[in-house]
T-cell receptor, first 113, second 118 residues
């Protein structure tokens, strides 16, 4: 069973607008969440993370929101830029699982100029 | 600072063979994790090593094994290769293992080794 789900395989956004990527999880043991960006032929690049004790974390154009009661998190990119076009993965870790990350299936973001 | 390096970058093997992949973590990083990425299953955790000890293992058969050396470099081995083992194998390093409690060490990924099994 998929413990981390990204229900939108792709998203297309106009340059300058907001991109919102969503992620749902089912495992209540998850207490730390991360977003990674991946370009073809490269490994995932860490973007931003959030602890379960927070509901929001910002870093420049990127903001992650966590709704624990809904087991839902989202990544907001404002403003979106063509260079943001990539596959975005949501990942989660459990308090007792060391560095083990459980990934969602990814969302391909395309930012059109 | 140099990033995570993985060798080789590409590999072609035939069914039944075995393969060894190598990962050099970022200097100073002592924790190494391995992941498999396939179109069907996505990114899946294989195992995690710290101080030459396996700390966690994902849900993979015993054909998948790994080890870590005293300099934190890591290798993973897949024996008796199957067609379904064709994948991108990613290595990630961090300073230390995650401690839980709502905090996780950032893991930095290498470019991966793309394995094709024929």
């Amino acid at each position: 069973d998929q413990q981390v789900k990204q229900n939108s395989p792709s998203l297309s956004v106009q340059e300058g607008r907001i991109s919102i990527l969503n992620c749902d999880y089912t495992n209540s043991m998850f207490d730390y969440f991360l977003w990674y960006k991946k370009y073809p032929a490269e490994g995932p690049t860490f973007l931003i993370s959030i602890s379960s004790i927070k509901d929001k974390n910002e870093d420049g154009r990127f903001t992650v929101f966590l709704n624990k009661s809904a087991k839902h998190l989202s990544l907001h990119i404002v403003p979106s830029q063509p260079g943001d076009s990539a596959v975005y993965f949501c990942a989660a870790s459990a308090w007792n699982a060391g560095n083990m990350l459980t990934f969602g299936g990814g969302t391909r973001l395309m930012v059109k100029p | 600072k140099a990033g995570v390096t993985q060798t080789p970058r590409y590999l072609i093997k035939t069914r039944g063979q075995q393969v060894t992949l190598s990962c050099s973590p970022i200097s100073g990083h002592r924790s190494v994790s391995w992941y498999q990425q396939t179109p069907g299953q996505g990114l899946q955790f294989l195992f995690e090593y710290f101080s030459e000890t396996q700390r966690n293992k994902g849900n993979f058969p015993g054909r998948f094994s790994g080890r870590q050396f005293s300099n934190s470099r890591s290798e993973m081995n897949v024996s008796t290769l199957e067609l379904g083992d064709s994948a991108l194998y990613l290595c990630a390093s961090s300073l230390k293992p995650g401690q839980g409690g709502g905090y996780q060490e950032t893991q930095y990924f290498g470019p991966g080794t793309r394995l094709l099994v024929l």
